[in-house]
């Protein structure tokens, strides 16, 4: 059975970080693209950010860029998401996804097969 298990969600201030994991189990993990997802109250879910098999290949929603990180660990099955300088607009359930989308693609959630069940972010202002 293919699961993936986000850890790391919280409560912080404005200006502050938190680092998601995200741990995959069932299938070979090097073989699929991941991706962050987010999704606010009353909001879309949006693209966060995402990475390549290899992690040669990253890609950052505009609203992110500079602030957070993707990195993936292959040995340990396992995607990671630092988050640092949130704000109040970083405030969402964090979904982590995996999927076997091309880079073209690493935004659309429907090119992702896989659904964590969410991770709570919360920053205070």
């Known amino acids: 059975q293919v699961q993936l298990a986000e850890s790391g969600g919280g409560l912080v201030q404005a200006g502050g970080s938190l680092r998601l994991s995200c741990a995959a189990s069932?299938?070979?993990?090097?073989?699929?693209?991941m991706g962050w997802f987010r999704q606010a109250p009353g909001k879309e879910r949006e693209f966060v950010a995402a990475i390549s098999r290899s992690g040669s290949n990253i890609v950052y929603a505009d609203s992110v860029k500079g602030r957070f990180t993707i990195s993936r660990d292959n040995a340990k099955n396992t995607v990671y998401l630092q988050m640092n300088s949130l704000k109040p607009e970083d405030t969402a359930v964090y979904y982590c996804?995996?999927?076997?989308?091309?880079?073209?693609?690493?935004?659309?959630?429907?090119?992702?097969?896989?659904w964590g069940q969410g991770t709570q972010v919360t920053v205070s202002s």
């Open positions: 069932g299938r070979t993990f090097s073989r699929y693209a």
């Open positions: 996804a995996e999927g076997s989308a091309p880079v073209s693609a690493f935004d659309n959630a429907r090119r992702y097969e896989v």
